[in-house]
């Protein structure tokens, strides 16, 4: 969905689709916090995240 006017984005539930979708693709263009609450997100999607300097938090993983 277009992310006009959102400010962060949760993933909470592990759905395959979340584990699947290209996150930096979708999120790049907009200024939002990603916050992974469930360990959500794949290990690769945290290295892309990470990789293109997107903001992201977490819940329950120790990671800071």
Do not use: C, R
Request: charged share 25%; aromatic share 8%.
């Amino acid at each position: 969905p277009p992310l006009e006017g959102v400010d962060a984005v949760v993933f909470a539930v592990q759905h395959k689709e979340y584990q699947e979708m290209d996150v930096v693709g979708w999120v790049k263009t907009n200024n939002l916090v990603l916050l992974d609450a469930n360990n959500v997100l794949t290990q690769k999607q945290v290295f892309d995240i990470a990789k293109h300097d997107l903001k992201i938090e977490f819940i329950g993983k120790g990671i800071k």
